[in-house]
């Protein structure tokens, strides 16, 4: 599903160059619920703009659902990114003028789908997050856990490959995290393929696999732990009498 191979980020002010990724790589296969983690700075968000094609990258090589998006210009990549992405954020992103149906219309919008088929896939996607009896509400009228599902439902309904995820829970109390999080597995139990960031370790073991990145590139935290235990064996007087 997705597929970065020794892809590099850098951004050039005139004074320095930081690689936000280098040589990073990943695989997504589809129906996968991947968690990414790292800590602040290490090019989390940078990898997951870069994966719903938001922003180009300067290296390496990105196939998104068997297409190679490199080559790509702005126009393309956006069309692309409107077929196969629904976007997930921490801050739910929903426009306040708007009542929650019209809300997650909007992607739709964009598609140049008609009212009746825009309506229709948009009550499927609310029914599907637990909120059919919101359609007329408006953002500021529900509570925050209600507004992410709603902007869940908006991720969900142009029906995409791929669904990434930036802290989904980060704004919410942990009881609205929780079901938040149960929707999130509810989904990939039902086949969506789900990227999620998060710097919350506990939230990050419900998926299904964690990839976690270090300075920009995705490391093998286990061969990581087991490296320090060599450099910094604890225990010595056992093991030297074994
Ligand atoms: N627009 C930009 N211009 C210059 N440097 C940037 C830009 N965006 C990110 N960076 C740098 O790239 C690196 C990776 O940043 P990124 O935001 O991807 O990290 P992160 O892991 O998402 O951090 P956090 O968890 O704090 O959000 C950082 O060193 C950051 O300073």
């Given at each position: 599903m997705l597929k970065m191979q020794s892809l590099s980020k850098v951004y050039r002010t005139e004074m320095v160059e930081t690689f936000?990724?280098?040589?990073f790589n990943l695989e997504v296969k589809p129906g996968e619920f991947v968690a990414v983690t790292g800590p602040s700075g290490s090019g989390k968000t940078t990898f997951l703009t870069i994966a719903g094609l938001l922003e180009s990258f300067t290296g390496g090589t990105y196939e998104l659902d068997g297409q190679d998006?490199?080559?790509?210009?702005d126009d393309q990549r956006s069309r692309l990114r409107n077929q196969k992405i629904g976007f997930i954020f921490q801050a739910f992103?929903?426009?306040?003028?708007?009542?929650v149906l019209d809300n997650i219309e909007v992607p739709l919008r964009y598609r140049g789908m008609g009212r009746e088929e825009r309506q229709r896939r948009a009550r499927e996607a609310l029914a599907r997050v637990g909120?059919?009896?919101?359609?007329?509400?408006?953002?500021?009228?529900?509570s925050g856990g209600q507004q992410q599902r709603v902007a869940i439902a908006r991720a969900l309904a142009g029906g995409p490959k791929l669904l990434l995820a930036d802290e989904?829970?980060?704004?919410?109390d942990s009881a609205m995290a929780r079901s938040v999080m149960d929707l999130l597995e509810e989904l990939h139990r039902d086949g969506a393929t789900i990227v999620m960031v998060t710097h919350d370790m506990q939230l990050a073991a419900r998926a299904q696999r964690n990839v976690h990145v270090m300075d920009g590139q995705v490391v093998d935290i286990a061969a990581e732990l087991r490296l320090g235990e060599m450099l910094h064996p604890q225990g010595d007087v056992v093991r030297e009498t074994v």
């Open positions: 936000a990724l280098r040589q998006v490199s080559g790509m210009n992103n929903l426009i306040p003028d708007l009542n909120l059919a009896a919101r359609e007329k509400h408006y953002p500021a009228e529900l989904p829970t980060g704004n919410l």
